[in-house]
């Protein structure tokens, strides 16, 4: 999935990623890195990332149908899908 992954956040970017993160893990999106992975994330796993990937469907108006996320890829990453689904971030 080729990203910038290395690039900062927007703080738009950040404010809707923290409350996806909010709504799913019950976390603060405090000190959120594009370098970050998804698996670093506390309590991160296979059921949290289909409901993680249905928020951010409903948090930046994407279909994100038949994508799958997985800890290792970053918060970057997931910036990039978003931008390709058309997501303004």
């Known amino acids: 999935m080729g990203s910038d992954s290395h690039?900062?956040?927007?703080?738009t970017t950040k404010g809707k990623l923290a409350v996806v993160l909010d709504?799913?893990?019950g976390l603060p999106a405090d000190g959120l890195r594009a370098d970050q992975r998804l698996e670093d994330v506390e309590g991160w796993d296979s059921m949290n990332s289909i409901n993680f990937t249905m928020e951010l469907e409903k948090g930046f108006g994407v279909e994100l149908e038949g994508v799958i996320l997985t800890?290792?890829?970053t918060f970057g990453d997931v910036v990039a899908l978003l931008k390709e689904k058309?997501?303004?971030?």
């Open 86 to 89: 058309g997501a303004e971030v």
């Open 7 to 11: 690039s900062e956040l927007t703080e």
């Open 71 to 73: 800890g290792e890829q």
């Open 23 to 25: 709504e799913v893990f």
